[in-house]
């Protein structure tokens, strides 16, 4: 494992008209999970699908449709749990959630409040590179998603589409050790970044398929060390709740926006009411959505339709035993097998679909080192330049490892490489071939790059002269041969026969 120190969390602090005030945050990540049926029915998860057409008759409340839990859903939120290392509750249970809205047909959403499928663990976030924080996870619940109500189709009605209802959402609570913007972001892209690795969620934000409610708390400075010591959660003040954000920029100015909103509050001596509020991106401010409900006013109480969840510890092993290498420890063997900077490692396993390319062009080159910096800098660079995915780029990870490998045998230079991979690039073809075909060999005969430095020396008797007098101009010499000889000489011996010639 990465040598890595864990920091405590450095609160946000921000400047009132009065005081100082730090900001307290806890975050509600809804992540759908990866199921191609919905919690309860079979009806399809597919997004996109024309409104309305994935909807089972469970799904749209119709009197006497009865609920069957989706054992891969279950499946799928156990093996989040456990790439978390969050504690499995082999017994669990459903309860119902009664709230109406348009788009909620039963009436009330089936959720877990009292005994949920998963407790406490954590999650690792990198602040840099080998500093982290740790966020303590509080649950994670199964929860059956609404629908969508859409309002601007016609101006005097609204539309309901079903297809998300009763579609799975892993509900994962944090507790509130997030101190500011940048870390919630840090927070919410590590978890997004585990569960794409575990296969459990798919993290499209942009889709609705990962959301967080963010809770939102400022306090005097020393009021949350003493929340640690006490567990009084009233030094933390009233926190307000950020509905539905989908994006981690807006999260970060949500965030800011109500902080400061709080604080200007009371420091007019008002107080903070406890409320759902949503973040107006355009006007870059929070505005109240409800008043903020507790657990009572939902009149939670066990679903009677459906039994209480029992799993045996034996199925919990076996999903654990089936658990691909994750984010950290990949990043870990990284840096140990292939000698490169933890910076690269988090660059390269940012997402599964790099690592797993990186480790074929490692594997073909045979130079693990090499291997990452052309798939960081050359390839990841033209891909973003082209507004290209990895899984469509023109080079193949065998054809780059392939390019990297004539590097390390020297049959072409760092120069004809860059070249050679801008033509497999764009006319595809394998690398070796191409060399041969085209002449790009690097030369390596010295007799030959020894009559290109005595003609350029020859040429040049005064830039001889200021080469002797400056050794750091033979630079420039370099540059002609490689010049001279279409850069296809190799640049260490030039640059000693260059050293040699001008008796430096």
Known sequence: MLDLTFEAPKPKVIQGALHDWELVIGLEVHAQVASRAKLFSGASTEFGAEPNSNVAFVDAGMPGMLPVINEGCVALAVKTGLGLKAEIHLESAFDRKNYFYPDLPQGYQISQLYAPLVGEGEVIVDMAPGIARRVRIERIHLEQDAGKSIHDMDPAMSFVDLNRTGVALMEIVSRPDIRGPEEAAAYILKLRQIMRYLGTCNGDMQNGNLRADVNVSVCRPGDYERFIETGDFGHLGTRCEIKNMNSTRFIQQAIEAEARRQIAILEDGGQIVQETRLFDVDKGETRPMRSKEEAHDYRYFPDPDLLPLSIEQAWVDEIAASLPELPDARKARFVAEYGMTEYDAGVLTAETDYAAFFEEVAATSGDGKASANWVINELFG??????????????????????????????ISGKIAKDLFEIVYTEGGDP????????????????????????VIAANPAQVEKAKANPKLAGWFVGQVMKATGGKANPAAVNRIVAEKLGL
Do not use: C, H, N, Y
Request: net charge negative; hydrophobic share 40%; no cysteine.
């Open 432 to 455: 070796a071939e191409i060399v041969e075909a085209r002449g790009m060999k690097q030369v390596t005969d010295t007799g030959a790059i020894e009559t290109a430095v005595d003609e």
């Open 382 to 411: 033209r891909l973003k330049k082209d507004d290209r995915e990895i899984g469509d780029s023109p080079v193949s990870a065998a054809q780059l490892g392939r390019i990297v490998a004539l590097i390390k045998t020297g049959e």
